[in-house]
């Protein structure tokens, strides 16, 4: 399969733990990104990178998040003292460059209790 | 900044009906736009998008969209629906300028009818 994969595909974590997403992109795509989607919503944009560098970061990415890309392969997104309103369908895509549509991974549910 | 609105919650039609998903946007500059279709506990998958051209765009599915620069929109067609078709569908723009960046409308839930 030549897809995103995202990994877990849902997590479930008491409030105030810290999880840790996963995203493999198409190998030939050097941009990544990463949404959230909240019920009954549009996916938001949270951060992009080009190869290994983050370049824009959204303000709904608190200090509590944090994404790396090391070597411009595989994304990490860490969330720090999860709250309940973090709950969400975290969403990672990739494409290959401008007027490129994404391709997009089947996400990461989270629930916090 | 830019925006997309979609301005219905819902679309129900019966098998072999017209599906017409409506999608309008604002954006600084020329609009590059997408519509994805989201299954239950899914990704999002692409169906087609304009970059520039003719304003007529087909795509996967026998999904078509016709882009209009007067009117800012860019809906989603289908001649004649499928029950499969039935799904969450989502309009995005990016601009020229930040052609990183999608914005998405809130969706739109089409159930065909058998």
């Known amino acids: 399969d030549t897809g995103v994969s995202q990994d877990p595909r849902h997590k479930i974590t008491k409030r105030g733990q810290n999880v840790t997403f996963r995203c493999d992109p198409i190998?030939?795509?050097?941009?990544l990104y990463w949404y959230r989607q909240t019920l009954g919503q549009g996916p938001e944009f949270l951060t992009y990178f080009q190869n290994e560098a983050q370049l824009e970061k959204s303000r709904l990415l608190s200090d509590r998040f944090s994404a790396e890309r090391p070597k411009g392969s595989f994304s990490t997104l860490e969330i720090q003292r999860t709250e309940q309103g973090d709950s969400a369908m975290y969403l990672c895509?990739?494409?290959?460059?401008?007027?490129?549509?994404?391709?997009f991974g089947s996400g990461t549910r989270l629930t916090v209790v | 900044a830019q925006s997309v609105a979609q301005p219905e919650d819902q679309v129900n039609v019966a098998e072999g009906n017209p599906l017409t998903v409506k999608c309008t946007y604002s954006?600084?500059?020329?609009?590059?736009l997408f519509w994805y279709v989201q299954y239950p506990n899914r990704g999002l998958q692409f169906l087609l998008k304009y970059i520039t051209g003719d304003n007529l765009v087909k795509g996967s599915y026998g999904f078509e969209a016709e882009f209009n620069k007067s009117q800012t929109s860019f809906h989603l067609k289908k001649p004649s629906a499928l029950v499969s078709d039935s799904a969450l569908y989502f309009c995005?723009?990016?601009?020229?300028?930040?052609?990183?960046?999608?914005?998405f409308g809130a969706g739109t839930t089409v159930t065909v009818r058998a």
């Open positions: 190998s030939e795509h050097n941009r």
């Open positions: 954006v600084s500059g020329n609009p590059y």
């Open positions: 995005a723009v990016r601009d020229f300028l930040n052609d990183y960046k999608l914005s």
């Open positions: 895509a990739s494409s290959r460059g401008q007027g490129d549509g994404y391709t």
